[in-house]
T-cell receptor, first 111, second 114 residues
Framework: KQEVTQIPAALSVPEGENLVLNCSFTDSAIYNLQWFRQDPGKGLTSLLLIQSSQREQTSGRLNASLDKSSGRSTLYIAASQPGDSATYLCAALYNFNKFYFGSGTKLNVKP | DAGITQSPRHKVTETGTPVTLRCHQTENHRYMYWYRQDPGHGLRLIHYSYGVKDTDKGEVSDGYSVSRSKTEDFLLTLESATSSQTSVYFC?????????????FGSGTQLSVL
């Protein structure tokens, strides 16, 4: 069974700090790994997608990495801002076009 | 939003009643999904569809059924709603972007079963 885990469940940091969010998966046979952002009461917005053959993807202050052999992905946020406060979820794509989600990390960036 | 509309946005119902949630897409995507989101559990797959009349179960399919009679509509039915089905329900589609399957979500339906 594919399992995706995100630790910690919640994180609070002061503004300006660089931070790393973690995502781990038990089955390394993924096709890609996608990171999402969710604001309270809203749907999910895609941030970054990493193909299984890639190691990194970058978008602005965000950088996502993927290490299939160790079953890990990280989302690095540089120079965090209060507007980055949200829940961040990762999803792994497996065979039959099935996506499996972690339970998310709730990030609070304090002004 | 990849042209995904969920209805209703909010629903309050009583235990034992049937409930149907609708997901409508406008861009002819093949794959459609229903997830539920509960605190501490992230998103869990209920059912998904890979074409008209082609559906399969996800992780938490008990108590739910789905139908897809047209490409654009994917219906989720709670046959006899229970309080444990109080949740936020999200519909999603996957779209091939640059050779990668990418998920896009609707805005969600908040369902309360009293």
């Amino acid at each position: 069974k594919q399992e995706v885990t995100q630790i910690p469940a919640a994180l609070s940091v002061p503004e300006g700090e660089n931070l790393v969010l973690n995502c781990s998966f038990t089955d390394s046979a993924i096709y890609n790994l996608q990171w999402f952002r969710q604001d309270p009461g809203k749907g999910l917005t895609s941030l970054l997608l990493i193909q299984s053959s890639q190691r990194e993807q970058t978008s602005g202050r965000l950088n996502a990495s993927l290490d299939k052999s160790s079953g890990r992905s990280t989302l690095y946020i540089a120079a965090s801002q209060p507007g980055d406060s949200a829940t961040y979820l990762c999803a792994a794509l497996y065979n039959f076009n099935k996506f499996y989600f972690g339970s998310g990390t709730k990030l609070n960036v304090k002004p | 939003d990849a042209g995904i509309t969920q209805s209703p946005r909010h629903k309050v119902t009583e235990t034992g009643t049937p409930v149907t949630l609708r997901c409508h897409q406008t861009e002819n995507h093949r794959y459609m999904y229903w997830y539920r989101q509960d605190p501490g559990h992230g998103l869990r797959l209920i059912h998904y569809s890979y074409g008209v009349k082609d559906t399969d179960k996800g992780e938490v399919s008990d108590g739910y059924s789905v139908s897809r009679s047209k490409t654009e509509d994917f219906l989720l039915t709670l046959e006899s709603a229970t309080s444990s089905q109080t949740s936020v329900y999200f519909c999603a589609i996957s779209e091939s972007v640059g050779g990668n399957e990418k998920l896009f979500f609707g805005s969600g339906t908040q369902l309360s079963v009293l």
